[in-house]
């Protein structure tokens, strides 16, 4: 079973960029699809990007298009999400999910899709 943990977190002004990593605790990474997603206060969760197990096909939810960047280093057994463009209505706990199935998709923006998940990471925008 794999563990998943979150970095690279943190307070950071309007306008600026973050990078997030999630890190694997098991081989063969390029067994699982990775998936972001994250929860605002008093939102849901929702999906923001996702990379398919050998990096070659990204997707991204509409919000972040343009500005966030998923991808993966599978001899490190790590994924990324770069942010830029950062702005308050990205404030939120950003968590990655790890897919070991086939991808559907109907399902691949759906937690349901996602069977392992780390413990999140806060990121902050101030205005």
């Known amino acids: 079973q794999v563990q998943l943990v979150e970095s690279g977190g943190g307070l950071v002004q309007a306008g600026g960029s973050l990078r997030l990593s999630c890190s694997a605790s098991e081989a063969p990474f390029t067994d699982y699809a990775i998936g972001w997603f994250r929860q605002a206060p008093g939102r849901e969760r929702e999906f923001v990007a996702r990379?398919?197990?050998?990096?070659?096909?990204?997707l991204y939810a509409g919000s972040v298009k343009g500005r966030f960047t998923i991808s993966r280093d599978n001899a490190k057994n790590t994924a990324y999400l770069q942010m830029n463009g950062l702005n308050s209505e990205d404030t939120a706990v950003y968590y990655c999910a790890a897919d070991s199935g086939i991808p559907k998709p109907q399902t691949i923006r759906s937690q349901n899709a996602y069977g392992y998940w780390g413990q999140g990471t806060q990121v902050t925008v101030s205005s």
């Open positions: 990379i398919s197990k050998v990096g070659t096909t990204t």
